[in-house]
């Protein structure tokens, strides 16, 4: 068993914690706020939680669990208190813009991104085995330490995820296809009823709306500081995906504007049998 710091103690953060603490770890916490700290050791999350980054110096392992652009800033932090040998890793949605230079402040850093979550955010979210079955990615680089590699990946498969290997750059094209753009998609759902739809309608619509509405929306409300970040920081895998969307958006209105059914009816054919690909 290791010591393991957590820096950040929100809804990613305060999940790892509880599983890492439940296989035996012994869990340090770090939040910005005390009364975060506090709740944590409350609802045993964490063995000790502290606002001050200086207690995380006996961990083996450091999760950096922040705002994608507290990460690097975190780990500047982090260095003067640390032993060389201690791996740190992170658990940003993007990779490209965090490794190299996470990796040139610290060189036993290793690029990770658990991919679970909700629409509520904040350690009162945690939630115990959210991360079970789930997939998480690692990302090393070239210069990437390959024994702080292989640690995270037996730290990774002790929590029963799926776990993936894949480089910086491929892991931001593809979140930016799977995750980042049905965030922007979402959103543009639920912002087009609340700005096109008529008053009286707009009451009947949300009246009416269930199972359909309530998948397609969840994550377009969810965190908007979290959205900003996607968007942000993989900026432009999200702009490619978000154009090519908009090409293939503009196919299935020709396909209505011009009656043409079978076209329609093929392209709805193949994503019914193509979904449950993206969903084993």
């Known amino acids: 068993?290791?010591?393991?710091?957590?820096?950040?103690?929100?809804?990613?953060?305060?999940?790892?914690?509880?599983?890492?603490?439940?296989?035996?770890?012994?869990?340090?916490?770090?939040?910005?706020?005390?009364?975060?700290?506090?709740?944590?050791?409350?609802?045993?999350?964490?063995?000790?939680?502290?606002?001050?980054?200086?207690?995380l110096a006996p961990c083996q392992i450091?999760?950096?669990?922040?705002?994608?652009?507290?990460?690097?800033?975190?780990?500047?932090?982090?260095?003067?208190?640390?032993?060389?040998?201690?791996?740190?890793?992170?658990?940003?949605?993007?990779?490209?813009?965090?490794?190299?230079p996470a990796t040139k402040i610290w060189p036993n850093f290793v690029g990770g991104h658990p991919m679970a979550g909700k629409a509520e955010s904040g350690i009162v979210a945690a939630e115990l085995g959210m991360f079970r079955d789930k997939p998480y990615v690692v990302t090393p680089i070239a210069e990437t330490n390959p024994i702080a590699v292989d640690?995270?990946?037996?730290?990774?498969?002790?929590?029963?995820?799926?776990?993936?290997?894949?480089?910086?750059?491929?892991?931001?094209?593809?979140?930016?296809?799977?995750?980042h753009l049905p965030v922007m998609i979402s959103s543009s759902l639920?912002?087009?009823?609340?700005?096109?739809c008529p008053p009286d309608l707009l009451s009947l619509a949300k009246g009416l709306a269930s199972s359909g509405f309530k998948d397609t929306s969840r994550v377009g409300g969810g965190n908007p500081e979290l959205g900003i970040m996607m968007a942000?920081?993989?900026?432009?895998?999200?702009?490619?995906?978000?154009?090519?969307?908009?090409?293939?958006?503009?196919?299935?209105?020709?396909?209505?504007?011009?009656?043409?059914?079978?076209k329609l009816l093929a392209k709805l054919a193949r994503s019914q049998a193509a979904r449950p690909e993206f969903l084993e």
């Not at 640690?151 to 995750?179: G, M, N, Y």
């Not at 639920?190 to 096109?196: K, P, R, T, Y």
């Not at 900026?235 to 043409?260: F, M």
């Open 232 to 262: 942000e920081y993989n900026r432009t895998a999200l702009l490619d995906a978000l154009r090519a969307y908009q090409q293939d958006l503009a196919q299935t209105i020709e396909s209505i504007d011009t009656n043409h059914w079978p």
């Open 1 to 55: 068993m290791a010591n393991i710091g957590i820096v950040g103690l929100g809804l990613i953060g305060a999940s790892l914690a509880g599983d890492l603490r439940q296989l035996g770890h012994q869990v340090y916490g770090v939040s910005r706020q005390q009364t975060t700290c506090d709740l944590a050791v409350e609802r045993n999350l964490v063995d000790r939680a502290s606002t001050d980054i200086s207690t």
């Open 151 to 179: 640690k995270i990946k037996s730290l990774v498969e002790s929590l029963d995820c799926r776990l993936f290997e894949a480089s910086p750059i491929d892991h931001d094209r593809a979140v930016a296809w799977i995750s």
């Open 190 to 196: 639920i912002h087009g009823c609340l700005e096109n």
């Open 62 to 100: 450091i999760i950096i669990c922040t705002p994608i652009d507290k990460i690097v800033p975190t780990i500047a932090l982090l260095a003067p208190h640390l032993s060389p040998e201690t791996i740190v890793t992170d658990a940003g949605s993007v990779k490209e813009s965090i490794v190299a």
